[in-house]
């Protein structure tokens, strides 16, 4: 079982930068791929980045790209997304996901932490 608490979120304002943390509790937290997803009112669930359980690979949504940086600290069992250039349109719950090593389904989530940007 592996546990994820999210923190790090609030009010910014449009251009300004905020950095979202994922602490993990658990299982070995370096054999786990880590992901950070939003959900916006009224919206599916979307993906915003992930990164592999070694830190040396990492992905983006197109609508994040350039503009946030996903990173983990195996030392410290946490992994950080930070955001700069906030849009309104990040608006959003941000939540933490983790999946084992060589599988394809993140298992274990956050409960997450609200993002809103004010225009």
């Known amino acids: 079982q592996v546990q994820l608490v999210e923190s790090g979120g609030g009010l910014v304002q449009a251009g300004g930068s905020l950095r979202l943390s994922c602490a993990a509790s658990g299982r070995t937290f370096s054999s786990y791929d880590m992901g950070w997803f939003r959900q916006a009112p009224g919206k599916e669930r979307e993906f915003v980045a992930q990164?592999?359980?070694?830190?040396?690979?990492?992905y983006y949504a197109d609508s994040v790209k350039g503009r946030f940086t996903i990173s983990r600290d195996n030392a410290k069992n946490t992994v950080y997304l930070q955001m700069n250039s906030l849009k309104p349109e990040d608006t959003a719950i941000y939540s933490c996901a983790s999946r084992l090593r060589g599988t394809t389904q993140f298992t274990y989530w956050g409960q997450g932490t609200q993002v809103t940007v004010s225009s």
């Open positions: 990164i592999n359980w070694g830190g040396y690979n990492t």
